[in-house]
């Protein structure tokens, strides 16, 4: 019987070991890079929509929400000019400087980046198990479980009140931003 039930064990380890593996990766430190031509250059299996990602005024700090195999992600990165291409053309180089996996959330839906603070303050916030509500062309946000907000200076994401932060999603302009970014068909 304890045969069994150590061999039951070593498939159940074997089997979760992937999924655990993915789950632990972290991304601190890693390098994305953006060539005008080409556009990001992401990790395998990793996406980002435009609508997902905020840059900080007065900062070289972006927060963006990110899906690596089905897993939402905030990151904070740093942007950097790598060189200039043309006028309004550059080849850009991010690191990414703190990463937290949200394994219940969906990237864009209960996640999201699309938030200020309450107070005025310029974005940089983001918002766990949020929920939404439709008023004309625009989604509220009337609840969220949590929030945070990047901190530019200690480069890395710190906890914030929920009550601090406002959110507006505008469906139809991520619709078209999604569109645009997938190209000609």
């Known amino acids: 019987m304890g ?30 890079y953006s060539e005008p031509a080409s556009g990001l250059q992401m990790p395998p299996n990793c996406m980002v929509e435009p609508s997902w990602r905020m840059r900080l005024s007065n900062a070289d700090v972006e927060l963006w929400v990110v899906e690596c195999d089905r897993l939402a992600r905030l990151w904070l990165l740093k942007r950097q000019v790598v060189e200039m291409v043309g006028a309004n053309q550059a080849r850009l180089r991010f690191q990414i400087l703190d990463d937290q996996p949200l394994p219940e959330e969906t990237a864009g839906e209960t996640l999201s980046v699309q938030c200020t603070g309450a107070s005025g303050q310029a974005g940089g916030f983001a918002v766990i198990g949020a929920k939404w ?13 949590s929030a945070v907000r990047a901190d530019a200076r200690a480069q890395k994401l710190v906890s914030a009140g929920v009550s601090n932060v406002e959110c507006v ?13 997938q190209g000609p068909r």
């Open 3 to 32: 045969g069994r039930i150590a061999a039951l064990a070593v498939a159940l380890a074997l089997s979760a070991g992937p999924l655990l593996a993915h789950a632990q990766s972290d991304y601190r430190g890693r390098p994305i």
């Open 133 to 145: 509500r439709t008023i004309g062309n625009e989604m509220r946000l009337t609840s969220a479980r």
């Open 169 to 181: 999603r505008h469906p139809q302009r991520e619709a078209e931003m999604r569109r645009l970014q």
